[in-house]
């Protein structure tokens, strides 16, 4: 029984999962880049996205529903941020980035997708 490789991006899924899977390969670096300088916890959270977005380039279910959750738990988070704290336009941009996460991987084209291809 012959394991197959590990891929960090898959080229035959839908536009869609390939660029949700891009913009958690970009938040985990911005994480940790964040993290090194701050020192804060919040990107964590991005960091669980990334590692979901490998399940879903390796078209592994679980890795489809744990970035899933990871990018609606950061959209929530953003929210909380962007109407308790400030108001500028770096907010807004992180909760519109945000969004535009969550609604890549809830994309029709992605469930329908991640529903007959992923084991």
């Not at 969004?99 to 529903?115: F, K």
């Amino acid at each position: 029984m012959a394991s197959t490789p590990r891929k960090w991006f898959d080229q035959s899924q839908p536009q869609t999962l390939q660029a949700a899977v891009l913009l958690c390969y970009l938040n985990a670096a911005l994480a940790i880049l964040y993290l090194i300088t701050f020192g804060a916890t919040l990107p964590l959270i991005l960091l669980v996205a990334a590692v979901g977005a490998n399940g879903v380039a390796n078209e592994k279910r679980w890795g489809y529903w744990v970035a899933v959750v990871a990018a609606s738990l950061y959209v929530v988070v953003q929210l909380i941020a962007f109407v308790s704290f400030s108001k500028s336009l770096s907010s807004v941009l992180n909760l519109a980035f945000a969004v535009l996460l969550v609604v890549l991987l809830l994309h029709p084209e992605s469930r329908r997708y991640q529903r007959i291809w992923f084991r």
